[in-house]
């Protein structure tokens, strides 16, 4: 059965870090790419980044976390990871990492949500004071 399972969601202060994992089972993540999504309350699911197959090698983040944000995998793991370092309130938001339909590779439409066809079931992340 394919599957993914979202863990290492918290509360954390401004300033502060986070380590998203996203655990794959039924398949091998490194021949997919694989996608971080988040969605605020009472706003629409955004893309936030996207890991290719290593042997692409090719990431994209949305704007709003470049730098601060970075993804990775441990292939003996058969993990993705998302590393969140100076958060910010607005990263607010329950957090999900998905499995495109078919391809090693983030495109640069990489955040259509139609592109994913398994998803996890997302781990909430709140950064307040």
């Known amino acids: 059965q394919v599957q993914l399972v979202e863990s290492g969601g918290g509360l954390v202060q401004p300033g502060g870090s986070l380590r998203l994992s996203c655990a794959a089972s039924g398949f091998t993540s490194n021949d997919y790419a694989i996608g971080w999504f988040r969605q605020a309350p009472g706003k629409e699911r955004e893309g936030v980044s996207c890991i290719s197959s290593s042997s692409v090698g090719i990431n994209w983040y949305a704007g709003s976390v470049r730098g601060r944000f970075s993804v990775s995998r441990d292939k003996a793991k058969n993990t993705v990871y998302l590393q969140m370092n100076s958060l910010k309130p607005e990263d607010t938001a329950i957090y999900y990492c998905?499995?495109?339909?078919?391809?090693?590779?983030?495109?640069?439409?990489?955040?259509?949500?139609?592109?994913?066809?398994?998803w996890g079931q997302g781990t909430q992340v709140t950064v307040s004071s």
């Open positions: 998905a499995r495109v339909v078919s391809g090693r590779a983030c495109e640069r439409d990489w955040s259509t949500l139609e592109q994913y066809g398994t």
